[in-house]
């Protein structure tokens, strides 16, 4: 069975980055089925995908246009996982932050998920 | 891009049944769809995809109780004999043909 494991800081000054990270098990990272997405949630936002990151050959990333500018994803072979870094947050971007696994277009796995707020 | 409508809120009583609507916006009529219960202060579960001829597969798990089917553009939910552990968000997901995810704004179900 997949798991997925998130980590990183839930406090982030405005302005400054927001770094978070998910750790795979029971799956490859760089697997040719699956893809790895960042979904956030908010009360304002409700649930709001945020993007992915996948393998077929070489790496592939789809953004939300509404981030698109700010974000990256990366993807750690070694360490079996992969990580979204959010530049320039503001107060709008504190949310529950999940990982989850995409095999196929289902969003079969996810996090547990990691409450940022943003702050000074 | 998808646009996924759903009601705000639904309610029904210990031991009925209910079914919960999600509808695509139009020209998305055909599109495939992902319902996910969220239980509250947990992260969302997948329940099953939808398909545009009503076919569904559910997660492993997932009670009997919950099925799918689709109706044109309205994909929906169905949940019967309700138990109190089914009260939940309730959120649909589809994908645009760039790949982009889209969500719908969730249902928040009670049981009465």
């Known amino acids: 069975q997949v798991q997925l494991q998130q980590s990183g800081p839930g406090l982030v000054k405005p302005s400054q980055t927001l770094s978070l990270t998910c750790a795979i098990s029971?799956?490859?990272?760089?697997?040719?089925?699956?893809?790895w997405n960042w979904i956030r949630q908010s009360p304002s936002r409700g649930l709001e995908w945020l993007g992915r990151?996948?393998?077929?050959?070489?790496?592939?990333?789809d953004y939300a246009v509404s981030v698109k500018s700010r974000i990256t994803f990366n993807a750690d072979t070694s360490k079996n996982q992969f990580s979204l870094q959010l530049n320039s947050v503001t107060p709008d971007d504190a949310a529950v932050y999940y990982c989850?696994?995409?095999?196929?277009?289902?969003?079969?796995?996810w996090g547990q998920g990691i409450l940022v707020t943003v702050s000074s | 891009q998808p646009v996924l409508t759903q009601s705000p809120s639904a309610s029904a009583p210990l031991g009925a049944s209910v079914k919960l609507t999600c509808t695509l916006s139009?020209?998305?009529?055909?599109?495939?769809i992902t319902w996910h219960q969220q239980r509250p202060e947990k992260g969302p579960q997948y329940l099953m995809k939808?398909?545009?001829?009503?076919?569904?597969s559910k997660g492993d798990g997932i009670p009997d109780r919950f099925s799918g089917s689709s109706s044109g553009a309205e994909r929906y939910v169905s949940i019967s004999r309700l138990q109190s552990e089914d009260e939940a968000d309730y959120y649909c997901?589809?994908?645009?043909?760039?790949?982009?995810?889209?969500f719908g704004g969730g249902t928040k179900l009670t049981v009465l």
């Open positions: 989850a696994r995409d095999l196929g277009g289902f969003l079969l796995s």
């Open positions: 029971g799956d490859s990272v760089s697997s040719n089925t699956a893809a």
């Open positions: 990151t996948f393998y077929r050959s070489k790496w592939y990333n």
């Open positions: 139009s020209g998305h009529s055909t599109y495939a």
């Open positions: 939808v398909n545009s001829d009503g076919s569904h």
């Open positions: 997901q589809t994908w645009d043909a760039r790949g982009i995810g889209v």
